[in-house]
Nanobody, 124 residues
Framework: QVQLVESGGGLVQAGGSLRLACVASERTFTTYAMGWFRQTPGKERQFVAAIRWSASVGTTLYTDSVKGRFTISRDNAKNTGYLEMNSLKPEDTAVYYC???????????????WGPGTQVTVSS
């Protein structure tokens, strides 16, 4: 499994922006797809966005509630993925996790490496 560590979470006002980063421990991470999920207390972890890591294919996938506001990207040279979050809403408040998978999926069960998460809090 790949070791992943998220960073960039914090407290922001509604309408503000944050950029989350996910650093992978291995160069082989570039062969995986990366996903971002979020979870609030008492609820299941939910899909946010995913991106292929192939240098020649930049396919992305988003859940409907973040389309047009969030952008997922990656820098293979740095073994790092990003989630740019704009126009944040209080309902975006959650712990955000990055994860690695062999394909571009929205189902959390198909991801087998996870980071410890980073808290994002959006105040109204």
């Amino acid at each position: 499994q790949v070791q992943l560590v998220e960073s960039g979470g914090g407290l922001v006002q509604a309408g503000g922006s944050l950029r989350l980063a996910c650093v992978a421990s291995e160069r082989t991470f570039t062969t995986y797809a990366m996903g971002w999920f979020r979870q609030t207390p008492g609820k299941e972890r939910q899909f946010v966005a995913a991106i292929r890591w192939s240098a020649s294919v930049g396919t992305t996938l988003y859940t409907d509630s973040v389309k047009g506001r969030f952008t997922i990207s990656r820098d293979n040279a740095k073994n790092t993925g990003y989630l740019e979050m704009n126009s944040l809403k209080p309902e975006d408040t959650a712990v955000y996790y990055c994860a690695a998978s062999t394909g571009l999926y929205s189902q959390k069960e198909l991801y087998d490496s996870w980071g410890p998460g980073t808290q994002v809090t959006v105040s109204s």
